[in-house]
């Protein structure tokens, strides 16, 4: 893990960022809430799309209609019947 931290440090000190000289003042707890507050915000203006969405969308779909060829061919019987 230290060569891990060291390699981030030379890869920020080449990129001329500066580095923390310690472990900062903010509370994990705090780090947390921010990042949930700022993702609460952000969140909203996302249109995400994941295979799962377009897989379950494509069963309704699919139910959907299934559904309607069979009200249909329903309607039609009945209407032959009479």
Do not use: C, H, W
């Not at 500066?18 to 780090?31: H, M, Q």
């Amino acid at each position: 893990m230290e060569q891990f931290a060291a390699s981030v440090n030379e890869f920020l000190t080449f990129r001329r960022y500066a580095l923390l000289p310690d472990k900062g003042k903010v509370s994990r707890e705090e780090a947390d809430r921010k990042a949930e507050e700022e993702y609460r915000l952000f969140n909203p203006t996302q249109r995400i799309d994941s295979d799962f969405d377009k897989e379950v969308r494509g069963l309704f779909d699919s139910e959907r209609e299934s559904y309607a060829r069979t009200r249909a061919n329903e309607v039609a019987d009945t209407r032959r019947t009479q």
